[in-house]
């Protein structure tokens, strides 16, 4: 009998460890992915207004042709100009990992940083094409405007 628990205890220590282990791996590689979608993030983009369908906004294409946004170091991002299609123009941003279904996050900081969580707020592609655009996907507009479903942005440096 104790020779069975002894067995048994050896092998749940081996478990635990071998299960540990590929969680930490699992963790570094995602952490990986995420530094490189964060750095493949960083620049400045325009707003794409060939792909972008403004709707209701196309009338004042002259003025949202020179939306552009910058992604920081520093986890923040800024617009050079408030739209009504975003809820704001500034604001916290994270990478995605590596998974099929991930996504960038903006989180505007009119919402309040302090209930600030990683993968919250209105979800963004990586820049993944050859001309480096992205999309934002269904963006919250500011209180009482229409939103756009896609809101595609082009690298420009």
């Known amino acids: 009998m104790k020779q069975f628990l002894k067995i048994t205890g050896i092998i749940i220590v081996i478990m635990i460890v071998f299960f540990s282990s590929i969680y930490l791996w699992i963790n570094k590689e995602k ?17 794409d207004i060939k ?25 923040t991002f800024n617009m050079n100009m408030k739209v009504p299609f975003l809820f704001d123009s500034i604001g916290k941003w994270n990478a995605a990992g590596n998974g099929l ?16 969580k990683e993968n919250i707020g209105n979800q963004f592609t990586s ?9 934002i996907n269904g963006a919250t507009p500011q209180k009482g405007e229409q939103g756009i479903q896609m809101i595609y942005f082009i690298k420009v440096r």
């Not at 490189?36 to 620049?43: M, R, T, Y």
């Not at 996504?103 to 919402?111: D, I, P, R």
């Open 31 to 47: 952490n990986k992915a995420k530094t490189v979608n964060f750095k493949k993030q960083l620049g400045v983009y325009a707003l």
């Open 51 to 75: 792909k972008t369908e403004l709707g209701i906004y196309s009338k004042k294409v002259d003025i949202y042709k020179n939306l552009q946004i910058s992604f920081n170091l520093d986890g």
């Open 127 to 135: 820049p993944w094409t050859v001309d480096f655009s992205f999309y």
């Open 101 to 116: 279904e991930d996504w960038n996050w903006l989180y505007y900081e009119s919402w309040d940083y302090s209930k600030y």
